[in-house]
């Protein structure tokens, strides 16, 4: 298993529509081959900053398999406008889990 990290940094003001057109865009990532699930949280201190971490099952399943899919341009017109400055996205193999993220046994194998 991989997990996706980004800090998305939302336009000022914008944070209602920018959760409004997530949700719209959940279903396109969500149908996606080698999608476990995500997990998306507003800063506290930073209120205009969310905290995205998606899983997959394989780095190719996000990288080739969703970036370079049809589906991802849907999701980006929906998405990408809110961003300023663009997110850094980055990916991480898990060590430990809990309820959240769960960690198979085996996790660090499937990278």
């Known amino acids: 298993m991989i997990v996706e990290h980004a800090l998305l940094p939302v ?3 914008a944070d209602a529509a920018f959760e409004a057109a997530f949700a719209q ?10 999608f476990g699930g ?3 949280s ?3 201190e930073r ?11 394989r780095l190719a ?9 049809p589906e ?11 961003y300023e400055p663009f997110p850094v996205v980055e990916h991480f193999t898990p ?4 309820e959240v993220f769960p960690v198979a046994p085996d996790a660090a194998a499937d990278t």
Do not use: K, N
């Open 11 to 13: 336009r000022p003001g």
């Open 25 to 34: 865009a959940y279903p396109i990532i969500a149908a996606m081959p080698g």
């Open 38 to 40: 995500l997990s998306l």
């Open 42 to 44: 507003r800063c506290v």
């Open 47 to 57: 209120p205009e900053t969310y905290l995205l971490l998606v899983r997959w099952e």
């Open 61 to 69: 399943d996000h990288t080739v398999g969703f970036r370079q899919s």
């Open 72 to 82: 991802y341009l849907r999701w980006r017109a929906l998405l990408h406008h809110f």
């Open 95 to 98: 060590i430990l889990g809990d």
